[in-house]
């Protein structure tokens, strides 16, 4: 390529990585000023002294309605849901996709498929059989609610995303460990788990943003002290004040968004080489 269009080509690249990291910039510089500062510049221009009091009461000093606790309840209840989500919904998730590519029986195809149709079901369209099926089991309002919510509903992709994986695991090592007696489990745990790495952590990785950022769910099926840290950012960004607090704001986002992106940037080269060793094959 000649070095003009090279050149062009990541000065593109540089324009459309500014672009998309402006509102990042605009939300910590703002997270981190008075408001004496924000009300004397502008959304663009620095700070004149660091101040991190904005973060402090975000945490456990602002108001979501009538509770001045901040996010800190919230961000816990987010914790408590996701961890046992994203482990039971990925942990199915290999079983199903186990079955379904090595162990395929008369009709799996058929039941792959309808497997596959819950990954286009809209959030909407399950949230009243949904909400009826907690009250049947008395979890509505619940963690646990919002944990069964999320696994159920993610049980499709993460069912996708390994029996397109396993497919490209070759028959003839399962064949061969049959023939030297191992059975379904030890097939399983011997061979394809230590093999699965690169999807696993494709799946933790996603199952992992799905249900931190999930608030259509967590506005509707929890309640008072079940309530996700999505819901509790909406419910601090609108709760009334006299004064509206834009560094608490922004400093109440990236506290939300902050595990998503330390997951991504600590873990993002292991969603690729996922990606790219055969989790969308298929």
């Known amino acids: 390529m000649p070095k003009f269009w090279r050149g062009a080509l990541?000065?593109?690249?540089?324009?459309?990585?500014?672009?998309?990291?402006?509102?990042?910039?605009?939300?910590?510089?703002?997270?981190?000023?008075?408001?004496?500062?924000?009300?004397?510049?502008?959304?663009?221009?620095?700070?004149?002294?660091?101040?991190?009091?904005?973060?402090?009461?975000?945490?456990?000093?602002?108001?979501?309605?009538?509770?001045?606790?901040?996010?800190?309840?919230?961000?816990?209840?987010?914790i408590r849901m996701v961890i046992p989500a994203v482990l039971i919904s990925t942990t199915l998730g290999a079983l199903n996709g186990y079955v379904l590519s090595k162990w395929r029986f008369r009709g799996s195809e058929l039941t792959f498929a309808l497997i596959l149709f819950g990954v286009f079901i809209p959030f909407q369209v399950v949230l009243l059989p949904m909400a009826q099926t907690l009250g049947w089991f008395g979890i509505a309002n619940s963690i646990a609610g919002l944990v069964t919510v999320h696994v159920i509903y993610g049980l499709a992709s993460t069912t996708l995303f390994f029996r397109n994986y396993y497919v490209s695991i070759p028959d003839e090592l399962i064949k061969a460990a049959r023939l030297d007696g191992a059975g379904f489990w030890r097939i399983f745990l011997r061979i394809i788990i230590p093999m699965s790495t690169p999807i696993i952590m494709v799946v933790l990785i996603w199952q992992f943003t799905q249900i931190w950022n999930d608030f259509l769910f967590g506005v509707v099926f929890s309640a008072g002290d079940s309530k996700p840290i999505t819901v509790g950012l909406n419910n601090l960004a609108n709760t009334s004040t006299s004064v509206k607090e834009y560094n608490v704001d922004m400093s109440a986002a990236l506290i939300a968004a902050l595990p998503t992106i330390l997951v991504y940037v600590f873990a993002g080269k292991y969603f690729v080489r996922g990606l790219t060793a055969g989790a969308v094959k298929g």
């Open 10 to 78: 990541y000065a593109a690249l540089l324009v459309a990585a500014l672009y998309y990291l402006l509102p990042l910039y605009v939300m910590v510089i703002t997270s981190i000023k008075t408001m004496d500062q924000i009300r004397a510049g502008n959304l663009l221009s620095l700070p004149t002294g660091i101040s991190f009091e904005a973060w402090g009461k975000a945490w456990s000093g602002a108001c979501t309605g009538v509770d001045c606790s901040g996010l800190q309840p919230f961000f816990w209840n987010s």
